[in-house]
């Protein structure tokens, strides 16, 4: 709940500008000796962000901002909400494309862009929806995971990080990086399934900022091959969502069954 902006969520758009699909590469790796225990890392973070307590006593989220695709010259307006324990609707705006919208309702995950059409996902696509739209993501329940360990200390955006390797229990794996220093959670290494095959992205969190009373990643930057996006978090409301806002949209309503 504390990345306002996640990478599977933030991957449909990029995609249509990387050139083609790539092949899930994270490897595997495993806990060598004298490395802190992954639970040790991510509790790390979680208090360093502001604490469980903090966490689980958010209802909900609103985040506005901006969204830049620096190859393409382009900068529009980002506008999320996030809802326990699974909603979310994530809409952003560039000139030259126009609005494009995704979102999951608990049930029914979906996209609306210029570029597509209204879009509603099914199969794996949609799993890993549900599973990204979780409110508290970032607490790493155990239950959610097959399980979870320390692969490696290395080094992130000139960092150094503790690698993590979070297995799913469906058998996908992703990887995530905490600055060793600072404890916070700093990158990470995923794969989804996109329209265009599997595609995996690269996250890095930065400008850590205090919104409210959790400490929040200002700056999201997503890249697939040689495409970045940013995604620039500028204010943040707690518990202020209403519910209407994630009601799905006439035009996907036409496509369920």
Do not use: C
Not at 55 to 84: D, M, N, R, W
Not at 225 to 233: A, K, R, Y
């Amino acid at each position: 709940m504390s990345r306002i902006l996640r990478p599977g969520l933030a991957l449909p758009l990029v995609a249509v500008f990387a050139i083609a699909p790539v092949a899930a590469t994270t490897p595997a790796g495993q806990t060598s000796a004298g490395l802190p225990a992954a639970r040790t890392i991510i509790d790390r973070h979680i208090k360093e962000i502001g604490g469980r307590a903090v966490i689980l006593a958010q209802t909900s989220t609103h985040a506005t901002g901006t969204v830049s695709l620096p190859a393409a010259g382009l900068t529009g307006k980002l506008e999320a909400f996030h809802a326990k324990p699974d909603k979310f609707v994530q809409r952003m705006s560039l000139p030259g494309i126009g609005n494009i919208e995704e979102g999951f309702d608990g049930k029914v995950g979906w996209s609306i862009s210029p570029l597509t059409g209204p879009t509603l996902l099914d199969g794996k696509q949609l799993e890993q929806r549900k599973f990204d739209a979780d409110f508290f993501e970032d607490l790493k329940a155990s239950d959610r995971y097959a399980s979870i360990t320390t692969v490696e200390k290395t080094t992130f955006e000139g960092r150094p990080v503790y690698k993590i390797r979070l297995l799913k229990k469906a058998g996908d794996e992703d990887l995530e990086l905490y600055d060793s220093e600072t404890g916070l959670k700093v990158g990470a290494i995923s794969t989804r399934d996109s329209p265009m095959g599997p595609m995996q992205s690269t996250t890095a969190w930065s400008d850590y900022r205090k919104f409210g009373s959790l400490l929040q990643p200002a700056t999201t930057k997503v890249s697939v091959m040689s495409t970045q996006m940013i995604l620039s978090i500028t204010g943040v409301e707690y518990g202020t969502v209403d519910p209407s806002v994630f009601t799905v949209p006439a035009q996907i309503k036409a496509l369920v069954k």
